[in-house]
């Protein structure tokens, strides 16, 4: 099992219990009173069957309060995922903080800091890096967004395909163009394996047919939901942060009740990822610390419904370059939302808005994510750490506590080492070129890409897997969704040796 | 000016879209030259534009005046058919983002802007399908057709809406925009469309271009 990190103290609450309350009543209202918008017939049934007063033309659910609470007592506080290797599974929930590896859509040039679309041998690296990153406990959306080469239907199962053979850990399958039905298939044919699925909302208050589907073959496939919204604060929530959290909980509330009406007691965890909209340009303030504030508000709402709560603010920054700038964005949201009691922080790799990741930027993270972890596991104290003999026998000058067992024993356990950080004294930094910490990064993506193997897929679960890839293949070609030079060029990778290991 | 204009005129800078809807009704009641409500509510939603530019207005001013306008103008645009006159408005608009994508933001604010610029904009919503755009191009006699597309996914669903004007003999009579987080100049010029920007103070400026106003 992948232990992740322990919060060991209590957790920030930035509401009191009564401001606490009034949001939960808020949501509770909006739910009863304005209802969701369900575009999907077989869910507006379940909605009406359950006893919510479900308005057909206008295709609105609205749902009296003990069905919210009941759903929500349904869902289970703590869940357990496998991964492909028993040492990875994964027990969301409780204390517990994972981090995952962000959903960036292409990787960037780190000349222009332009976004491109990543290689096929990109793609693998980076999941084989992420294999190897130490803070990297399992695996969001993506990234990337398929590789160079493949036709956009094929992007997110290629993308799936990628992370199988890459890594070890549990991963989350997204969705596009109904290419669920494969993605389940992919994740049963390795017995014993199990992934989550990306659901989503779609702010303010509703869900969309292909959106509502998804709950349904996942959950019927009993794939644990990772259910996301998006909502920008000013565009498609009030622009308060208490009104925003109301609209947002409702929506994420809704999901829940959706997904424990399909499947009881079905494994879920949701998502935050409230930005205020850039009063400007009409884009989304990544980074912003309204963003931050927010997330600290939904995990506290969400403990109290006992369902495991994820951050996404902490993944994209506003900044477009590897920099200061996305180097505060990203850790003081990633510290805040750990403290707050958040249990799963999608974080590392991503750079601007969702649309880049890169591993350098993975690398980086890993040591915020590090240095996050040792907080959160706050300080021991007992008679061995606070060492009174020992103060006692070393006095004062000229004592040193250096040399000591005392020290050796502890040290490591005490002080956690970034792997990517300039940590030198100035004259020593002078004297060996001036590194900083991306030098730092680039020498140690070297090393893990040429140290790390992840183990590969077995070769009968290679061959189903690709089977299944060759399967979606035909069947999105048949629909007429890949043109012929489009499928020309994406054979010609396909056939190639670079395929699918790279190496 | 007459006080239902100045009024009219008032209630649009304050983004106050009731009594927007109040004043045009006045405008009627009293006769007011529908023309002369039209320039009033035009100027306003200018002023409007301008500051956005200057940096002393924001978004919520510019969609909240545009909201304002569009509340208004279908009862003035409703009294200058009566009166078989002729507005001069910079052109007909259809927006919408296409179908597949429920993405709207961006292309509210293209709407908003376009308004403020003085085009006359048939917003017609999210999930668009190309049939639908056809319909509402014919129902409004639209000039420029406004696509927008968030994802790489529905990116390709413009080359099917361009297709299908094509097909229907509608692509010489309306200029294709195309935008959004998907789009790229490249895109836009591989698949036909008459004019791309990345932002939408940006597709003002193309709007007026395609028109020649
Ligand atoms: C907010 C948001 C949402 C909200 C949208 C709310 C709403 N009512 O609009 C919600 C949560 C609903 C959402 C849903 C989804 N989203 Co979304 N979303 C975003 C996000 C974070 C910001 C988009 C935005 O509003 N930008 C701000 C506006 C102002 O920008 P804009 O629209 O591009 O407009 C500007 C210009 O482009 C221009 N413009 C716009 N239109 C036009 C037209 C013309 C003619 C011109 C000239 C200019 C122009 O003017 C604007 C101002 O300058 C982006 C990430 C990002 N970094 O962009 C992802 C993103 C677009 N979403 C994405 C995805 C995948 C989804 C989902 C599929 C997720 C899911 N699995 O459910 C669903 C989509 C469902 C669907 N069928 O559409 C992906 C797309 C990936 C891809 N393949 O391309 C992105 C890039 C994030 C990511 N990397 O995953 N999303």
Known sequence: ?503 | MSEVLEELRKSILEYDADRAEEYALRSIEEKVDPLKSFEAMTKAINEIGEGFKKGERWLPDLVGGADAMLRAAPIIEREIKKRGVKRQSLGVVVAGTVFGDIHSIGKTMVCALLSAEGFEVHDIGINVRADEYIRAIDENGAEILVLSALMTTTAPEMHKVIAFLVEKGLRDRVKVMVGGGAITEGFAKNIGADGYDPTAPGAVKVARSLVGR
Request: hydrophobic letters at 40%; glycine letters at 8%; aromatic letters at 10%.
């Open chain 1, 1 to 503: 099992m992948t232990r992740g990190f322990r919060r060991r103290f209590r957790p920030l609450e930035l509401l009191s219990e009564e401001q606490c309350n009034e949001v939960h009543h808020g949501m509770l209202e909006v739910l009863e009173k304005t209802g969701v918008l369900v575009d999907h017939e077989r869910a507006l049934d379940l909605f009406r069957d359950k006893g919510c007063r479900v308005d057909f033309d206008n295709k609105r659910v609205r749902m009296p309060s003990y069905i919210v609470e009941e759903a929500l007592q349904k869902a289970p506080a703590v869940f357990t995922v496998r991964a492909r290797d028993g040492k990875d599974d994964i027990v969301i929930g409780g204390d517990t903080v994972y981090f995952t590896l962000f959903p960036g859509m292409d990787t960037v040039d780190l000349d222009t800091w332009e976004p491109r679309s990543p290689t096929l041998r990109e793609h693998n690296e980076y999941i084989a890096l992420s294999d190897a990153l130490p803070n990297c406990h399992f695996l969001a959306c993506y990234p990337y967004f398929g590789y160079k080469g493949v036709p956009e239907v094929l992007k997110i199962l290629e993308g799936i395909a990628v992370k199988l053979r890459n890594t070890t850990m549990v991963q989350t399958c997204c969705y596009s163009h109904g290419c669920e039905r494969f993605t389940v298939r992919m994740v049963e044919a390795i017995e014993g394996m199990e992934a989550m699925g990306a659901t989503h909302s779609a702010p303010p208050l509703s869900f969309s047919r292909e959106m509502v589907d998804t709950y349904f073959t996942y959950l019927e496939a009993d794939f644990p939901l990772w259910i996301g919204g998006g909502p920008v604060l000013g565009g498609t929530t009030p622009v308060t942060i208490a009104g925003s959290m109301v609209v947002s909980n409702a929506e994420m509330v809704a999901a829940v009740v959706l997904s424990e009406l399909i499947r009881p007691g079905a494994r879920v965890m949701v998502h935050d990822y409230a930005l205020p909209i850039n009063m400007r340009t009409g884009s989304p303030d990544f980074g912003a610390i309204e963003a931050v504030m927010h997330q600290a508000v939904f995990n506290q709402t969400w403990r109290r419904y006992g369902i495991p709560a994820v951050s996404t603010n902490a993944g994209p920054v506003s900044s477009k370059k590897i920099d200061f700038q996305c180097g505060y964005e990203k850790a003081f949201a990633a510290f805040s939302a750990a403290i707050s009691g958040v249990n799963v922080i999608q974080f590392s790799g991503g750079l601007y808005g969702e649309l880049a990741a890169h591993p350098l930027q993975a690398i980086l993270d890993d040591d915020i994510a590090g240095m996050v972890g040792r907080y959160l596991e706050g300080v021991s104290v007992n008679a061995d750490t606070m060492a009174l003999d020992l103060i006692e026998d070393v006095g004062p000058i000229p004592g040193n506590y250096v040399g000591r067992a005392h020290t050796r024993e502890w040290w490591q356990r005490e002080f956690f080492t970034p792997k990517a950080a300039d940590r030198l004294p100035l004259p020593e930094w002078l004297k060996t070129g001036k590194k900083d910490c991306l030098d730092y990064a680039r020498e140690r993506l070297e090393e893990l890409l040429s140290t790390h193997k992840p183990k590969r897929l077995a070769d009968e679960q290679e061959e189903k897997i690709e089977g299944i890839m060759r399967e979606a293949r035909e069947y999105y070609r048949k629909k007429g969704l890949i043109g012929d030079s489009e499928w020309k060029e994406y054979m010609a990778i396909i056939e190639s040796d670079e395929y699918p290991y790279s190496r």
